[in-house]
């Protein structure tokens, strides 16, 4: 009878499991393949665990969009989750799998299973939502609580037939047909399973007694639970029965309610009691003694309520969340002393809190904005969302403070950040945008974001100069290259555009283009001088700078800029009168009547510097009787400061120093001579051998060098010459002698053949004259016969005359015979004036 049994229970199974197969195969081919697109939104549906990289469907082709379109859109997806299960292939248009997707991990028992994100294409910006569905798969294996621990009963042997036993209830993670499906008991003559359905779908089954037990037959029993879902390959876990037989206890627990029903507030503070539940045992003593527990059921309602097992109270030992759970069903035991136990449900509705800020997430954001954008353009696209529900999770969003912004609904949850008027960056750069969102709970929960936009430049403004005309100055005999003043432009545009080269006006100067004049850094504005300025010749320069910015197009200004040059004492006084000459001597006569105050003369000098530079001051440097003679501080006037007598030379001599006011200070130095005499032959006797000292000293360093000079060239010239003209007759005498020409004798004219010697004649004539007046020698060199003179006038200013009678003998062809050297002669004759020490 047992095998039967066993047999049948075995074949049930089997079938139950090829005919789950079958099922869930089909139904997971439908739905792979069906794809909902409805208004920009796609529903795809793919079962759990698929490798990472399988692909969910071609979202190019379901939205029609092109692949050029997803690129140049920068397509991507956004969710709110922490982890990204998808990942999109915009290069393919694809949306494959990018993280494992554990269906119980994502949804736990709901049915059916997705999750939901967007994606987002830019410019201009589109929206499509898109819903993937995870199917179930049988991963999970049905499991009891305590699958290692016994579950134990302790039943007295007058329990009647038909009386039930709870027992742990199994928990598969899977839902559907791989969910759990039945219970399995180990064959035995006691009892049976029966088994009861939650209104959640769920499955808890009780051991019935169906034969009365007899403890001095059999006082203990060991049974098997077995619970099996209907996956394909099906999967099942056990747990061990232990059965004690006692005796007496015949009534179990009853409570007064079969089902208890109570509310809590989520956030509810642990300990806080929420309902009693009562049950009675028909029995006495400890048979009638009742202790309550809570039942192991699916889910984490065990771990958020507790009951105290004396009086059946329920209260809140964890944290209650609206947003996980919005009710819970417990099952409360009633357990008596001798081991028979009564049941009833708890459900428990939990009310929403306003608990839940809304959370803002920034899905699309362009920064910088351009300055010329219109009104109207979107900012930023806002995903906002509040956990809670009815008007706890609705939600008004608003921008604080006045902003040329407003937002604008979309899609649900979404929200556009667009701008309000036109903008103007020149005024604001930048805007610290604050969006807050605020839901209509009581009290109100909010929460905000910022927002840092920057609008971007377009070249709208010109360079402007501080002012319209700029003066610099400068001093004379600067060096090249010094920096003269710098203009400055300022822009009130940005990077680019405020980005300044500096240009200088194609203007003339004194009929020369400005570029030969300063020199302008295009970068930096500075003007510097090209060359050195001269106050007496230019005194102001007059320019135009132009400031042009790197915008496109680009905008200018123009700038006068006025250089003055000023002047430095960089001239010496030039001295007027008396003139000093170096070939004759000019004195002034002063009688010896001449009394106190006498004018003698009046120096005169001028100094081509301007200002005080130009003030000039006279000093006596040096005088042979300065007792004598005063000079006038400013007018240069040369007076006699005392009586004229007898006793004073006739030759005086006087230097004179004329100073300008520069600093530092120049001058010129004038020597003016003085005759005291009252005849004009004392005069002339007096000062004859003073015009000659004077012409000697001033003749004897130049006549030295340019003696020098002139022999050390034509030594040299000689050499190159005669050198040359071996060379070239060497080569001939080679050319002849390898040919076989005819040699035929040739003789130059005036040629003679001297002393067999085949040189030129050299004769030389010396002769020396000397003046009695002049104190020079005058030295002749010449030659007999034909020859070239150069005679230097001595009256003359140094002007050479060349006189060339004939042509020289070097001029004429060369015997090609001729092998002997040759010494020419070159007949000079130099005049030069050199002093007799």
């Not at 195969?25 to 920009?40: A, E, F, K, R, S």
């Not at 004194?510 to 106050?535: C, I, K, M, Q, W």
């Not at 030659?783 to 060339?804: C, E, H, K």
Request: charged content about 20%; glycine content about 6%.
């Amino acid at each position: 009878m047992m095998a039967t049994r066993r047999s049948s229970t075995y074949m049930y199974l089997r079938w139950r499991f090829f005919g789950g197969l079958r099922r869930q195969i089909g139904l997971l081919m439908l739905l792979l393949h069906l794809v909902n697109m409805v208004g920009g939104q796609i529903r795809y549906s793919i079962p759990e665990e698929m490798k990472k990289g399988s692909v969910i469907g071609n979202v190019a082709q379901d939205l029609g969009l092109d692949l050029k379109r997803l690129r140049s859109g920068r397509a991507r997806i956004v969710t709110g989750e922490s982890i990204q299960y998808t990942e999109l292939k915009t290069d393919k248009g694809i949306l494959v799998v990018n993280e494992r997707i554990d269906r119980e991990q994502l949804c736990g028992d709901v049915t059916p299973c997705s999750f939901s994100f967007e994606m987002i294409l830019e410019n201009p910006i589109e929206l499509h939502r898109i819903t993937v569905e995870v199917l179930d798969i049988n991963d999970h294996a049905p499991v009891f609580p305590n699958k290692d621990k016994l579950i134990s009963f302790e039943i007295s042997e007058s329990a009647v037939v038909g009386v039930q036993f709870p027992l742990q209830s199994a928990e598969d993670l899977d839902v559907g047909l791989n969910a759990l499906q039945d219970y399995v008991l180990s064959p035995n003559d006691n009892f049976i399973l029966k088994q009861h359905a939650n209104p959640d779908g769920s499955k808890y089954v009780e051991m019935v007694l169906q034969k009365p037990l007899d403890r001095e037959q059999r006082p203990h029993l060991s049974l098997k639970l077995i619970a099996v879902d209907g996956g394909t390959p099906q999967r099942s876990g056990t747990v061990n029965i232990d059965v004690t037989v006692l005796d007496a206890n015949d009534n179990a627990p009853v409570f007064n309610q079969s089902v208890y029903k109570a509310s809590v507030m989520e956030n509810t503070m642990r300990g806080t009691s929420i309902v009693t539940v009562n049950a009675t045992d028909a029995d006495s003593g400890s048979y009638g003694r009742i202790i309550y527990s809570l039942s192991k059921m699916k889910g984490s309602a065990v771990d958020i309520f507790s009951i105290d097992e004396n009086t059946g109270t329920i209260s809140v030992s964890g944290q209650i969340d609206y947003e996980k759970d919005r009710k819970y069903e417990v099952r409360v035991e009633a357990k008596d002393q001798g081991g028979l136990t009564g049941t009833s449900k708890v459900i428990l509705d939990v009310f929403d809190v306003n608990d839940n800020a809304p959370v803002i997430n920034i899905m699309s954001f362009s920064s910088p904005v351009s300055e010329d954008s219109r009104p109207g353009t979107t900012i930023a696209v806002l995903n906002i969302k509040d956990a809670d529900s009815e008007k706890n999770g609705q939600i008004k969003c608003y921008i604080d403070g006045k902003l040329p912004f407003k937002i604008e609904s979309s899609l649900t949850n979404y929200y556009n950040l667009v701008s309000d008027q036109h903008f103007d960056r020149e005024s604001i750069s930048e805007y610290n945008i604050t969006i807050t969102a605020t839901d209509f709970g009581s009290p109100p929960l909010s929460s905000s974001t910022k927002l840092h936009l920057k609008i971007s430049d377009v070249n709208d403004n010109a360079p402007l100069f501080d002012k319209s005309i700029y003066s610099a100055h400068i001093i004379e005999n600067n060096s090249p290259g010094i920096s003269i003043f710098a203009v400055s432009a300022r822009d009130s545009d940005w990077n680019q555009n405020a980005r300044i080269s500096y240009l200088l006006d194609d203007t003339h100067v004194s009929g020369s283009p400005v570029s030969n004049y300063v020199s302008l850094n295009s970068e930096t504005g500075v003007l510097s001088a090209v060359r050195s300025f001269d106050y007496e010749q230019i005194k102001q320069l007059q320019l135009v700078v132009k400031a042009q910015d790197g915008g496109s197009p680009p905008l200018s200004s123009n700038v006068t800029v006025k250089i003055l040059i000023q002047d430095q004492n960089d001239n010496p006084p030039q001295v007027l009168y008396p003139v000093q000459t170096g070939g004759s001597l000019v004195a002034e006569m002063v009688p010896r009547s001449a009394d106190v105050g006498y004018l003698v003369t009046k120096v005169v000098a001028v100094d081509v510097d301007s200002g005080q530079n130009a003030w000039l001051s006279y000093k006596l440097q040096k005088a042979t009787d300065r007792a004598l003679f005063e000079v006038g501080l400013q007018n240069g006037e040369i007076r006699t400061i005392r009586q004229v007598t007898d006793k004073d030379a006739v030759k005086q001599r006087l230097t004179v120093i004329v100073e300008d006011n520069g600093q530092p200070s120049r001058s010129a130095t004038v020597v003016v001579n003085v005759a005291v005499a009252d005849s004009f032959p004392e005069v002339l006797s007096e000062f004859t051998d003073f015009t000659h000292d004077k012409e000697y000293n001033d003749n004897l360093t130049f006549y030295l060098v340019l003696a020098l000079a002139v022999v050390s060239f034509l030594f040299i010239t000689c050499l190159v010459v005669i050198i040359s003209v071996k060379i070239y007759r060497w080569r001939q005498s080679r050319i002849l002698y390898h040919s076989n020409l005819p040699v035929i004798p040739y003789y130059p004219p005036r040629y003679s053949d001297t002393l067999g010697t085949g040189t030129l004649q050299h004769v030389y004539n010396y002769e020396v004259c000397r003046t009695t007046d002049s104190r020079k020698s005058d030295c002749k060199f010449g030659r007999a016969g034909s020859q070239n003179v150069l005679i230097m006038d001595p009256s003359s200013t140094g002007t050479m005359q060349r006189i060339q009678n004939e042509k020289s003998i070097l001029d004429e062809p060369d015997s090609p015979l001729e092998v002997s050297y040759v010494n020419l002669a070159f007949p000079l004759c130099l005049y030069v004036s050199l002093p007799l020490l």
